[in-house]
């Protein structure tokens, strides 16, 4: 029988392939899922995780302790898949020059500048970013807006806990995210595909959210070049180009910040951009999605949630019309 797993990690059956029997049947173990609670999921999410970390081992270690209040119960996409498939246009627009081109990127000595409406502006480096909160790891569900998905184990802490530091005044209403722009660095700034450096930018509630995760790892080690390192921003409910890599600088606005997309093709990707099934790009269908390292010619795809199932987050935008503000 066909199955798909729901947000939480319960496993459903597609209902137009399944007999009433197995539809009882399901309910049963859906039941005793239910009954066997948190604790199951952790030791499967566990087994999945052990599975995906098995390929690694280039980058230094970093210990996290699972959040598993933050964590989708979906299996880890293969290390090789989250680090050979990528989005960086600094680095190239096919999705495997990132991989091949950001070696170049020298992410040591690194420091994120924290600036505009805070009463306590300050730089920090590395080392003060990896000690600012206890890191967690949070196997999130990452959506492209272009109809991929990928399933990744992030090391890092809640960006609120960066927010609170700074101390924010209360003009901030924004949060703007500057990636770096070095053409000796990175082959693909210069490129005419978008505007340099590429900024990206929340509402600051949004951005105290403790989903919004400040991200320093993934899959138990540091980040990967091609993944944003050393530093980048995994807003899990929002498209994957949201989610800018490589930051060098965080603003904190009064105005809505202009972002690389949204200047480069306005009508196409909105301020927000929340993943929402029911708003269509004006070129495609987000109604649903392909899972990377599912997609043999046979494979399902799967249908997109409201959020990308991160519903926690739906009071940020009560009241809102979300086909205005896609
Ligand atoms: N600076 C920068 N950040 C970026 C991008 C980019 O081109 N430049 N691409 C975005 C897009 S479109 C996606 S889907 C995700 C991909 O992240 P991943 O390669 O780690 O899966 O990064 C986002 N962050
Ligand atoms: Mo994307």
Same mark, same amino acid.
Not at 233 to 254: E, Q
């Given at each position: ?6 947000? $939480?990690?319960?496993?459903? *059956? ?23 609670? &948190? ?38 996409? !293969? ?13 190239? &627009? ?9 070696? &170049? ?7 994120? &500048? ?38 990744? *184990? ?72 091609? $993944? ?33 997309? $949204? ?10 951009? $929340?993943?929402? *099934? ?20 046979? !494979? ?13 987050? !739906? ?12």
């Amino acid at each position: 029988m066909l199955i798909q797993r729901s947000p $939480n990690g319960i496993e459903l *059956p597609f209902s137009s392939e399944i007999t009433p029997r197995a539809v009882f049947e399901s309910r049963r173990e859906f039941i005793k899922q239910m009954a066997l609670g &948190t604790m199951a999921g952790g030791a499967l999410l566990a087994m999945a995780q052990r599975e995906a970390f098995a390929q690694t081992g280039e980058h230094p270690k970093l210990a996290a302790k699972l959040n598993p209040a933050y964590s989708s119960m979906d299996k880890p996409s !293969a290390y090789k898949d989250a680090t050979t498939y990528n989005n960086f246009y600094e680095f190239g &627009t096919d999705k495997s020059d990132p991989a091949q081109n950001a070696a &170049t990127l020298k992410t040591r000595p690194w420091t994120v &500048t924290i600036e505009g409406e805070v009463k306590k502006p300050m730089t920090l480096d590395m080392d003060a970013l990896l000690k600012l909160a206890p890191l967690e790891e949070r196997v999130y569900r990452l959506r492209c807006v272009e109809g991929w998905s990928m399933v990744i *184990p992030w090391v890092g802490y809640s960006l609120s806990e960066l927010i609170k530091k700074v101390e924010p005044t209360g003009n901030a209403k924004y949060v703007e995210f500057v990636s770096l722009a070095d053409k000796k660095q990175m082959p693909g700034v210069g490129s005419r595909v978008l505007t340099w450096p590429y900024v990206e930018g929340l509402r600051i509630d949004e951005a105290n959210h403790p989903l919004a995760l400040l991200t320093l790892g993934m899959y138990g080690e540091t980040l990967p070049n091609q $993944n944003g390192a050393p530093v980048r921003i995994v807003l899990p409910w929002k498209y994957g180009f949201k989610s800018a890599k490589s930051i060098v600088k965080i603003r904190f606005v009064k105005e809505q910040p202009r972002t690389a997309w $949204n200047v480069s093709a306005p009508s196409e990707y909105g301020f927000y951009s $929340n993943v929402n *099934p029911n708003v269509d790009h004006p070129r495609w269908s987000q109604a649903s999605e392909r899972r990377i390292g599912e997609d043999s010619f046979f !494979a399902r795809k799967r249908k997109t949630l409201m959020f990308n199932g991160y519903n926690d987050v !739906a009071s940020l935008y009560s009241g809102m019309d979300l086909k205005k503000f896609f």
